[in-house]
């Protein structure tokens, strides 16, 4: 049976909360560590796909970004469930009836019974000792401390710290092997000194770090109030003049109903009078008829739908991270305060009035850096421009044309669109698709798309369920792929068109489709409803989609590119253009 004093000359604590091991488990480089502390250090891990070993520095791949599945160390954790459920005996007693211990003095290294203890107390050579309860430390919730004797000088205490070898060791061994050239000796006081100066402040940098955090959370609940009330009062706007509408509505009904009645009874007079003039005039005929004979008769007849070293190293860099800006819940704010409602004053048609904010309006001619290599320009969750170059990177611009930040500078760009949760989709050079967190890290996940040979290439597009939708112009079809990668979950055949642009509609859920000579429309299952022919030797191209209907540019390259704009909406159920 292994006893107390063994467990800590067999490491059974964890080297990160120096308690013993729970659900020990082992990285690749074999050393071992508490699940729930690699939980804590993977969290301060940059791509999130794999982390970093405390006392090795070796990297280990962590399986779908959960350290649950990395390997349990099995005997480990036997040894340490035997340990914990064995009855320890006291090693101080000399009788061979050991009575059963109940402390343990972390500086003699040795179990006693309470009544060893409170001897052991009462003696001045062991009055600085440190006793704990051994069930305390047992269970974990105090750690092991570790005894400062020398292993190849037991009689000698480890005064000295080697930071060349990063350990503990006596002074004998420091005039032995510790004088060389890359080793550096210090006093073990002052070493600890300079490590509790150190976690003194990382932890004052964390409070710090916190305050901000907390601060920029603050930030983002003002603008949402800020938001709610803003849109509440645009609510009301709307609901004040569909109450409006509907007064002016009904006094308009009861006009036209008056007017249908003036008709009515002018029409029921008119009617009234014929039909007495009928009946009078069979009065007459029946008079007549008494005035005739009994044998003539004038019959009238009618029909009728949505490790410490390594740990602070961790800490300094996560620490070192930018502090969140608050110019995206700004932003958002912004974007929203352009919102506004407008009385339609046309009373002919049956409109409430527009929510005005976003309309086609020149409102900059900026000339952009990357203007001979852009690819694509989309409008990313922060309200910048994000420009993808086929020379390589996505340079993020504002609306005043000022070059924000450029990433991913070795990719060579083709599209980018954005998934809900604010993460890229980018389709490069190679027709390969990638997925990217917001901090542009790259995330493991794998499509199995068609090569450029293969497909050349089309529009991207992410609907509303983050559906991921790749065009391609060679093979005229489009991969559906969800952001779990793989194998495409659907394949569209285009049926003759090549699918250069693609959109989609997010209250229908309608796919739109534009080509050189075309713009149609796919349902839900991928069935053409209807095509947009070219028309007057003009090209649809380019084309945006505003939810349910597209305006498209028909441009007509022979007369200097003269360029018409259409915009075709989506009504009913089925698509009409």
């Known amino acids: 049976m292994a006893t107390v004093h063994q467990i800590s000359s067999q490491n059974l604590e964890c080297p990160i909360c120096l308690a013993l091991f729970n659900q020990p488990t082992s990285l690749v480089c074999s050393h071992t560590f508490c699940k729930e502390c690699l939980e804590c250090v993977f969290q301060t891990q940059p791509d999130q ?24 160390n099995v005997p480990l954790s ?59 430390m047992l269970s974990g919730k105090v750690p092991l401390k570790r005894r400062r004797k020398c292993k190849k000088h037991p009689n000698d205490d480890e005064e000295c710290f080697c930071t ?15 004088l060389q050239e890359g080793h550096k000796l210090e006093e073990a006081a002052v070493h600890e000194e300079k490590l509790m100066k150190n976690i003194k402040e990382l932890k004052e940098k964390t409070k710090s770090k916190i305050i901000n955090v907390e601060n920029h959370i603050e930030f983002i609940e003002t603008q949402r109030n800020e938001i709610r009330i803003m849109l509440g009062k645009i609510n009301d706007d709307i609901d004040k003049t569909y109450e409006e509408y509907m007064k002016l509505l009904s006094v308009r009904r009861e006009a036209l109903r008056c007017q249908v009645k003036r ?14 003039e009928s009946h009078q005039t069979i009065r007459n005929l029946n008079a ?62 049956l409109r409430l009035g527009e929510l005005n904010g976003y309309t086609w309006k020149v409102k900059a001619d900026v000339e952009l850096p990357s203007k001979d290599s852009m690819n694509c320009i989309t409008l990313a969750p922060d309200g910048q421009m994000a420009v993808g170059s086929h ?59 068609m090569s450029f040979d293969e497909g050349w290439f089309g529009g991207l597009n992410v609907d509303r369920d983050d559906n991921i939708y ?11 792929f969800t952001p779990k990668g793989g194998e495409p979950v659907r394949e569209i055949i285009c049926e003759g068109h090549s699918p250069c642009q693609l959109f989609s509609c997010h209250t229908t859920g309608k796919l739109i489709l534009t080509d050189l000579l075309a713009v149609f429309c796919l349902d839900g299952n991928g069935t053409k409803e209807n095509v947009l022919e070219q028309k007057e030797s003009m090209f649809a191209w380019p084309a945006v989609c505003r939810d349910d209907s597209v305006i498209v540019a028909w441009v007509k390259h022979e007369e200097d590119l003269h360029t018409t704009y259409e915009e075709y909406e989506l009504q009913t159920q089925e698509a009409t253009w």
């Not at 991913?408 to 949760?421: A, C, M, T």
């Open 263 to 276: 008709w009515s009874e002018k029409f029921t007079n008119e009617l009234q009078a014929m039909e007495e």
């Open 470 to 480: 790749v065009g391609y112009r060679k093979p005229k079809k489009i991969l559906l």
């Open 49 to 72: 796909q794999t982390i970093t070993c405390p006392v090795c520095r070796k990297v280990t791949s962590v399986p779908s970004g959960d350290v649950g599945k990395l390997q349990i």
């Open 288 to 349: 007549m008829e008494e005035l005739v004979t009994n044998g003539v008769k004038v019959p009238l007849e009618k029909d009728a739908l949505l490790a410490h070293d390594t740990l602070c190293e961790n800490l300094t860099s996560f620490l070192g991270r930018d502090d969140p800006d608050d110019q995206s819940p700004r932003g958002v704010g912004e974007r929203a305060q352009k919102i506004s409602f407008r009385k339609c004053v046309d009373f002919s048609e």
């Open 391 to 449: 020379l390589g990177g996505i340079h993020f611009y504002s609306f005043a044309g000022e070059l924000k930040q450029t990433v991913l500078k070795h990719v060579r760009v083709q599209d980018i669109r954005y998934l809900s949760d604010c993460r890229s989709v980018v389709r490069d050079m190679q027709n390969q698709i990638s997925l990217y967190t917001p901090q542009w890290w790259k995330l493991g996940v794998t499509f199995r798309t």
């Open 78 to 136: 036997s040894l340490v469930d035997e340990v914990k459920t064995e009855n320890p005996t006291c090693t101080v007693c000399e009788m061979d009836d050991k009575s059963p211990a109940v402390f343990y003095c972390q500086d003699c290294g040795r179990n006693m019974c309470k009544s060893c203890e409170e001897s052991h107390s009462t003696w001045k050579l062991f009055a600085s000792h440190s006793t704990v309860a051994l069930c305390e």
């Open 164 to 178: 060349g070898c990063r350990e503990y060791i006596c002074c004998k061994c420091g005039m032995l092997g510790h």
